[in-house]
């Protein structure tokens, strides 16, 4: 069975420091990767996809298959960064199997 | 474009009661999921409807619990007789085929 782990629960940084969120996965065939995120009163909504290999609000994740890592990467944080960040994985079917996520702290 | 709606935003119960919960996916979307959010754990796949049918129900924690998507446009999750480990937040998403799931605000639902 598939699984996502994000290890750190809350992640708290410097305003314009550099920001890397991780996510681990396991599974034995090719995933499709996903970062979601949700800000304070809003929904869930994708922040990026892994086969689009797009920046979206100065963010970027590289899949690395051979360390299965999915890590989400921002070089200078900002104050509206802040928020829950889940990774997600999707493998053979339309589910997605989410990590607990990570709390992203933006200290002004 | 009306996102995902799902009704109520908050649900409190007694243990042994029944609650329905609504959800409304976005007009053309076919695909239609149901993810729940326990206190402390991830947020985790109950099941997923094609139009009307039951694509993958592989999720569902137990027979108290029961999907319907009549007609292929509005679903609703029964939870009959609600436990005290059923407290979380249930969030429905839609999607057109496997592009990108679009989630609702989730329903809160606390049983005492």
């Known amino acids: 069975a598939q699984r996502v782990t994000q290890p750190e629960k809350l992640l708290s940084v410097f305003k314009g420091a550099p920001v890397e969120l991780k996510c681990n996965y396991s599974?034995?065939?090719?995933?499709?990767l996903f970062w979601y995120v949700q800000y304070s009163r809003q929904r869930l909504q994708l922040l990026l996809r892994h086969i689009s290999r797009e920046s979206i609000k100065g963010f970027t994740a590289d899949l690395n298959k051979g360390e299965t890592s999915f890590h989400l990467k921002k070089p200078f944080a900002q104050e509206e960064d802040s928020a829950m960040y889940y990774c997600?994985?999707?493998?053979?079917?339309?589910?997605?199997?989410f990590g607990k996520g990570t709390k992203l702290s933006v200290i002004p | 474009e009306a996102g995902v709606t799902q009704f109520p935003s908050h649900s409190v119960i007694e243990k042994g009661q029944t609650v329905t919960l609504r959800c409304d996916p976005i007009s053309g979307h076919d695909n239609l999921y149901w993810y729940r959010r326990v206190m402390g754990k991830e947020i985790k796949f109950l099941l997923h409807?094609?139009?009307?049918?039951?694509?993958?129900e592989s999720g569902m924690p137990n027979n108290r619990f029961l999907a319907e998507r009549t007609g292929g446009t509005y679903s609703t999750l029964k939870v009959q007789p609600a436990e005290l480990e059923d407290s979380g937040v249930y969030f429905c998403a839609s999607s057109q085929m496997g592009y990108e799931q679009f989630f609702g605000p989730g329903t809160r639902l606390t049983v005492l």
């Open positions: 599974y034995s065939g090719s995933p499709e």
């Open positions: 409807f094609v139009k009307e049918s039951k694509q993958d």
């Open positions: 997600a994985l999707r493998a053979g079917s339309y589910q997605l199997t």
